[in-house]
């Protein structure tokens, strides 16, 4: 497979491209069509795309405001199976800019760091079109179970970051295009890749613990207001998490930092997996 790397005038100070350039940065999901005529606008839905390392975070508009709760304790077993409805994912999308009959980005299984759910939802590539001077990108199914529209968010290409630290109890990456970032750490346990959340909660007759154990998996998606600030998040898995910060102002100096060196090692042992400006 050909992975797209014709970058103009950009500066990478680490890390290989997979993707190109117009696909950099942090989109939502405007709506998503399938071949019945039916449409679906309510579910939040986010890609933050970086040089290579991707997230996508899915939360369903039918899922409880549980903001004011304190943690897993304050929630109800029945909002806690809520929350295992949601569908999120991070590792890395390749590009093939010269597949027929449209160029095509794909998310193979070994391309995963951690999902949400267990099982993929949506494992077919995407045929990618991008319209409206590349702030709209259409990505429709090969087979036509769906076409999903994209929009580019404001302030999110003035630079590109995927940080990850990773230790013996689970993985974590930090994903940042711009003024908007996406925090994201895997669960502590090994689920198996053929259920989804509901059912291994029913295989485990809905045990208390093991509920808790499956949920607890973070994906925060975050804003900030200007350059320098912290990122503040909007939405996340851990509804209890949205409004605060993500502790991470230290962003901002990447680039200066980072000038120079091919592997950077940071405060907390985050390390700079790629790093991209324009």
Not at 120 to 129: D, H, V
Not at 179 to 194: F, G, Q, T
Request: aromatic content about 10%; charged content about 25%; some cysteine.
């Amino acid at each position: 497979m050909k992975h797209d790397a014709s970058f103009q005038d950009a500066k990478f100070i680490c890390g290989s491209p997979t993707v190109p350039e117009q696909m950099i940065g942090c989109w939502e999901r405007l709506t998503i069509r399938f071949p019945d005529g039916t449409e679906d606008k309510t579910t939040r839905v986010i890609w933050l795309q970086t040089l290579s390392g991707v997230s996508d975070i899915r939360i369903p508009a039918s899922r409880p405001h549980l903001r004011q709760r304190k943690g897993f304790a304050d929630c109800s077993n029945d909002e806690l199976l809520k929350l295992a409805e949601q569908d999120c994912f991070c590792g890395v999308t390749l590009f093939d800019s010269e597949a027929k009959p449209f160029p095509t980005a794909s998310w193979p299984t070994q391309a995963y760091l951690f999902r949400f759910q267990p099982v993929i939802t949506f494992p077919e590539p995407g045929w990618i079109e991008w319209r409206n001077s590349g702030t709209c990108m259409i990505e429709k199914s090969p087979s036509g179970a769906y076409e999903e529209d994209w929009r580019l968010q404001p302030e999110s290409r003035s630079f590109a970051a995927h940080l990850a630290k990773r230790d013996a109890a689970s993985t974590t990456c930090l994903y940042v295009a711009g003024e908007h970032a996406v925090y994201a750490r895997n669960r502590a346990v090994h689920l198996p890749a053929d259920k989804t959340l509901l059912e291994l909660t029913r295989d485990a007759g809905y045990e208390r613990d093991r509920l808790e154990a499956l949920v607890d998996c973070e994906f925060s998606y975050a804003r900030r207001a200007k350059s320098g600030d912290d990122y503040d998040i909007v939405v996340s898995t851990l509804p209890w998490r949205e409004g605060k910060s993500l502790g991470c102002p230290w962003v901002q100096d990447l680039v200066s930092k980072a000038a120079g060196s091919e592997i950077l090692v940071l405060d907390d042992n985050w390390t700079v997996e790629s790093l991209w400006c324009p």
